[in-house]
């Protein structure tokens, strides 16, 4: 049977750049950047993404094109090795357990539709926003969201890649894109404009240390999906006469012009209102709603960021759970007979249900699930982003620029000669090289 792939570049483009753009951009980058050298902050992440995030994207679409199978799969069929199957096994872990906290955020952005349709946030304080916010969470409505949010995924996917993914991406990355290009137009006019926009974009250098280097390569491997097993199986459903080189750089500049735009979304609000700046959760669904409602057409402003924040956390969920169903439906057998997507789909929410239902608890006030000092969600949250992403990206480096012969990655690269081998040198170089010895760096520095 041919395998799966994607059927237009258009297509392909929306979905890995759907993969890319999610709550990680939205609720992250902008006050990350913010808080940490603002312009100086989001040059330093686009430096970090072309020279280390590119060249690790590269080598797992390298893996995943070349592999032509799941994320398992196609580590054994780059390398050769059957050992290297564990390297793949192990990003598509370090994916699920991701999938099972973002699931819960994701299913808060579902309620929050359902909040902007049914009242005005516009006259509701910061003491009110936030006592309606911690009712939520500890009520059992983020359960029901969680499951509702999963099996949204479960359906798109069980429409297969081209007519489930790639329609899904083709749709919702431009409505994204015009639904934050409008609150920004909407924000220009507001009297804190100038404020916010100098908050997030002046460079102050002189907030930038070392530690703040470390933090820009965190957010670009997060904010890119790497390490995760979604860049290799998306890289197998690449046609082979697609540039991978040019589907990379748009896929990152499209991923930095999203989070840049989204800077410009909140935070002329925030400033206008003089309201405290903060991040996560706190910014998403108690600070904004009412100063977005206080806009003109306020209501349909909070509707649609919500609905941008859906779009933006399913196109990215969604990505994660096609890595696991792709593995269990090629890899997975019942007497004999392969296991179908939709078995692995029905699988996949069982698992996922069931841990996404702890992490939704562990949000709880008085929660026991602590592990190591922290709340279940948080403590998932650091052992991927410090430790799980970077080992997986250095895994894919090491096979690509070391271990498969360089004729073979460069035949990948330039589609058999269809495109110019010089950026292919390049970042060729910066995999062999470079990207290992920064990443294992970052690795050390998260142990401490
Ligand atoms: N790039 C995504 C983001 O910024 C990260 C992610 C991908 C998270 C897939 C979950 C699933 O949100």
Redesign the pocket.
């Known amino acids: 049977m041919a395998r799966n792939t994607f059927n237009s570049k258009f297509g392909a483009i929306a979905a890995l750049a759907g ?7 939205i609720w ?1 980058f902008p006050y990350i950047a913010g808080e940490n050298g603002g312009a100086a902050f989001l040059i330093l992440y686009i430096i970090i993404s072309v020279l280390i995030s590119v060249p690790v994207m590269l080598s797992e679409f390298v893996i995943g094109r070349r592999g032509q199978g799941n994320t398992y799969r196609s580590y054994i069929n780059s390398s050769g090795k059957r050992g290297w199957g564990l390297v793949g096994g192990f990003s598509l872990f370090a ?1 699920v357990i ?2 099972s906290f ?1 699931s819960v955020i994701a299913g808060w952005s579902l309620e929050y539709i359902y909040l902007s349709l049914t009242r005005s946030f516009a006259a509701m304080t910061p003491a009110e926003m936030s006592s309606l916010f911690t009712d939520f969470v500890n009520s059992n409505r983020p359960i029901l969201w969680t499951l509702v949010f999963l099996v949204l995924n479960c359906i798109i996917l069980s429409f297969g890649v081209s007519k489930g993914i790639e329609r899904c991406s083709k749709f919702m990355i431009p409505a994204l894109f015009l639904i934050l290009l409008f609150i920004v137009i909407i924000s220009f006019f507001l009297p804190g404009f100038k404020e916010g926009a100098e908050f997030f974009l002046r460079p102050k250098w002189s907030e930038v240390t070392g530690q703040t280097v470390i933090m820009a390569l965190g957010q670009s491997f ?4 790497l390490g ?1 097993a ?1 860049m290799i199986t998306y890289g197998s459903y690449i046609k082979k006469d697609q540039s991978l080189v040019s589907s990379a750089l748009i896929v990152t500049g499209a ?1 930095v012009l999203m989070a840049v735009l989204a800077g410009l979304a909140i935070f002329p609000s925030v400033f206008t209102h003089h309201v405290a700046v903060t991040a996560g959760p706190g910014l998403v669904f108690v600070t904004l709603p009412p100063l977005f409602a206080q806009m003109p057409a306020g209501n349909i402003v909070s509707l649609l960021f919500f609905i941008l924040l859906l779009f ?2 399913i196109t ?2 969604f ?2 759970m096609e890595t696991g169903t792709a593995y269990i439906s090629e890899e997975w057998k019942i007497k004999g007979k392969p296991v179908g997507r939709i078995s692995a789909l029905l699988f996949l929410f069982v698992v996922l249900g069931i841990v996404s239902v702890f992490c939704a608890l562990s949000q709880q006030s008085g929660s026991s699930l602590i592990v190591m000092g922290k709340t279940l969600f948080d403590f998932i949250d650091e052992i991927t982003a410090n430790y799980m992403l970077p080992l997986g990206g250095i895994a894919a480096c090491l096979l690509v620029g070391q271990l498969m012969p360089r004729e073979v990655v460069f035949n990948e690269l330039t589609s058999e000669g269809k495109f110019s081998a010089t950026w292919v040198r390049f970042f060729y170089w910066l995999a062999r090289y470079l990207c290992p010895i920064v990443i294992f760096y970052m690795f050390i520095n998260g142990i401490n």
Not at 19 to 25: E, F, I, K, T
Not at 222 to 225: A, I, K, N, P
């Open positions: 993969s890319a753009v999610g709550l990680g951009n992250k994916g991701i999938l973002y997060f904010s890119l999906s995760m979604i991923t933006a956390a990215s969920s990505s994660l």
